[in-house]
């Protein structure tokens, strides 16, 4: 009975696992949020392994080299994923801080890691640079098509007798992977190693090469052929694309030569690598360390000139396999990774519609309103908190539905022009209401001194207006809502949000309705997750949540040491009830409260691939954490009216690619600084590609000032 129960408890776990391999996989996994976004969207990706970091090249060439090669990567029109193994997890995208941790660490500190090794680092939490082989397997399950390397392992020169086959060429015969590569490593024995590939399976190409002749790493000739030349990044594309509709389980490997100015002397390389053979045989030199022992040696005896070709060879390699991903990317982007997917959500931004006018001031504004005329340059844009985080969320994300409404007027017809054609089919037009005309005065300096408005159209968003959106709310991984609406409407949201357990992001707007929603039932506003307030919204708040009239204050604060401490005092007061709060502080940045886990981890609060949001756990009580973040410099302002929704439109559009919590205020403040350098409320565009924002993001990153308060 005992043995029974038991074969049946183990058939039940066999069969859970084969239902789904990548459960597990996914847990141990770290993917870099750009090359999640990438791999989501079907961009190019090229995977690059780190034992060049680790063991292929001495420090600083190390990790000099690996900066080198992804920049070439992304010169090229794709991104860079530097695959390894740090503390245990597994790394897919490397940050600086973290190629340089790896780049500092001793030899016996990080093993080189290939297949067999993998188990072993995660169990320990060990640190590795990944082999061919074993960055072939983490691309592969990641979605990653193609790697580029400096060359692959092989049969060794006494391979037929000793019977040192490199776990490289297994893979290649296991795993379909695009390796570019420039051929396999001159010390190895090369006709037996392509020998041992057609067994496998693997299909070998030379690139550019119309003789056929396979590189060898060091030299742009090995003296053997192979079978196939593709003639450029589409053929390649090409090859790859049909290696996937054959669903085959092996790889592709591309030979590409050195290139002719760094290519060694045939005769002298094969006289050092003979000696550093001889060498290594007496020193009792084997196994894994016998390749990184031999390169080094071949670098000395050579002077240098095997290491600048290695150099070379690898960024020619990066730059051939970009050019190639980017082209199958444009071919084929439906080939991406099952379980990584875009979430096909849309989110639901619900708010007001305003035809802003902006009026900066040419004189001195007066101290007092004497009724003179005083000159200024009239600017006028669409505008509107929630038109405004709708059309940048529409243009950082991709998607957004908006529900707003104008007046049947002049001024209506006008705004409906400015709405991005995607945003409009939900806005209501009102044949009773003006629409909404916002004045807004600022100084020379540009600092805002007045608005004046009329928003009495923003109660015909009402409830019956949510209640005919109800399938889109249902299916939204967010629900954004602006204080503009009526309470009623706010009711019937907060219902339909409580309804189809919807997270939504509560946008106070102006410190006089900031209140609002947290006079109806606490059942109702627990579904508001995330509030993105300034300092005297917040005030309010808190007196609407407290039930307390706070002291009255000064509306300067003399100092960010003051600003800081008010600020926490405010957030200590409410952090319990939400799960994120974003205060803005103007020019100074903004403060993060936290609440459970993310307080502690900082991770993401979606699942980009579902589009879900996901449950803070109370890894136990009273956990919070309050973060600031100082606003970068921004150079070039034109503009500082839809900063703080550009803002909330990176932030949010961060939090559903499932990036963590600093890369969405990376995002916020970048969105941020494209608005302030524009003249409209949102840019007309943010960035020209994915590359620009990468790589702006990048040095928001760099600079990024985080304060535990």
């Given amino acids: 009975m005992f043995f029974g129960s038991v074969k049946k408890l183990v058939s039940i776990s066999s069969k859970c696992v084969l239902l789904n391999p990548l459960r597990g996989f996914k847990r141990l996994i770290d993917i870099h949020p750009y090359v999640q976004r990438s791999l989501q969207q079907g961009d190019a990706v090229v995977a690059l392994e780190s034992t060049i970091i680790t063991h292929g090249m001495p420090y600083p060439q190390n990790i000099e080299t690996a900066q080198a090669v992804g920049q070439l990567v992304s010169e090229n029109g794709a991104l860079a994923a530097t695959i390894a193994i740090i503390n245990g997890r597994i790394k897919v995208g490397l940050t600086t801080d973290e190629m340089k941790q790896l780049a500092a660490k001793n030899h016996n500190e990080v093993i080189k890691c290939s297949r067999r090794d993998l188990p072993y680092l995660v169990s320990t939490q060990g640190c590795g640079g990944t082999t061919v082989a074993a960055t072939m397997i983490i691309a592969h399950m990641a979605g990653i098509d193609i790697f580029a390397t400096g060359g692959v392992g092989g049969v060794h020169r006494d391979g037929h007798i000793t019977m040192d086959v490199s776990a490289d060429l297994v893979e290649l015969g296991r795993t379909p992977i695009t390796v570019v590569s420039s ?58 694309k049909a290696l996937k509709e054959l669903q085959y389980r092996s790889g592709i490997l591309i030979g590409v030569p050195v290139p002719e100015k760094f290519a060694a002397n045939k005769n002298e390389i094969e006289a050092a690598i003979q000696e550093a053979i001889y060498e290594a045989r007496n020193q009792g030199i084997s196994g894994k360390q016998v390749t990184p ?79 003179a005329t005083y000159r200024a340059k009239p600017t006028e844009s669409a505008g509107g908190v929630g038109r405004n985080i709708a059309e940048g969320i529409s243009k950082l994300y991709g998607s957004a539905n ?15 022009k ?14 009773e209401s003006s629409t909404s005309l916002c004045t807004i005065i600022f100084d020379k300096s540009g600092d805002c001194k007045i608005y004046l408005a009329n928003m009495e159209i923003h109660d015909n968003i009402t409830p019956e207006t949510i209640q005919q959106s109800e399938e889109l709310l249902r299916s939204a991984p967010i629900v954004l809502m602006d204080g503009n609406l009526s309470l009623e409407t706010m009711e019937r949201t907060l219902r339909l949000a409580y309804k189809y357990q919807r997270p939504v992001f509560f946008e106070p707007t102006d410190m006089r309705i900031a209140q609002k929603p947290f006079n109806l039932a606490k059942t109702l506003t627990k579904q508001i997750k995330i509030i993105s307030p300034n300092i005297y919204e917040l005030r309010t708040i808190v007196e609407a949540i407290t039930g307390e009239t706070l002291p009255t204050r000064e509306n300067n604060f003399q100092s960010t040491n003051i600003l800081l401490e008010e600020a926490r005092n405010l957030l200590k007061q409410v952090q319990d009830y939400f799960d994120c709060i974003v205060l803005t502080l103007g020019q100074q940045g903004v403060m993060l409260s936290l609440k459970g886990e993310i307080a502690v981890s900082g991770k993401p609060l979606f699942d980009a691939s579902t589009g879900s949001y996901l449950p803070i756990r109370e890894i136990s009580k009273n956990v919070y954490a309050m973060r600031f973040y100082s606003a970068p410099r921004v150079e070039g302002i034109k503009n500082v009216s839809g900063a703080g929704d550009s803002f909330t439109s990176g932030f949010v559009t961060a939090l559903l690619r499932g990036y963590d919590i600093k890369n969405c205020v990376a995002l916020g403040f970048l969105a941020a600084e494209r608005a302030l350098q524009s003249r409209s409320a949102v840019p007309s565009q943010y960035f020209t590609d994915k590359n620009e924002e990468s790589t702006n993001l990048q040095k928001i990153l760099k600079n990024l000032k985080e304060v535990t308060l």
């Fill in 183 to 240: 051929g396999i490593k001159s010390i190895l024995d090369i006709p037996r190693t392509l020998e041992y590939l057609e067994t496998q399976g693997v299909c070998v190409a030379t690139y550019g090469v119309p003789d056929f002749n396979f590189p060898d790493f060091y030299t742009r000739n090995s003296g053997c052929k192979v079978p196939y030349n593709l003639n450029g990044p589409k053929e390649a594309a090409n090859l790859i």
């Fill in 293 to 371: 022992y031999l390169l080094a040696a071949i670098a000395k005896l050579t002077k240098g000139s095997s290491l600048e070709a290695n150099m070379a060879l690898i960024k020619n390699n990066a730059k051939t396999a970009a050019q190639i991903s980017r082209e199958l990317s444009k071919t084929k982007k439906s080939y991406v990774f099952s379980g990584e997917k875009k979430s096909s959500k849309t989110p639901l931004v619900i708010g007001a519609s305003i035809l802003d006018l902006s009026l900066t001031m040419l004189d001195d504004l007066p101290k007092v309103l004497d009724g």
């Fill in 402 to 416: 908006f529900i707003s409404v104008v007046g049947n007027d002049q001024l209506g017809r006008s705004l409906l």
């Fill in 418 to 431: 400015m709405i991005p054609g995607q945003l409009r089919s939900l806005v209501k037009i009102d044949g």
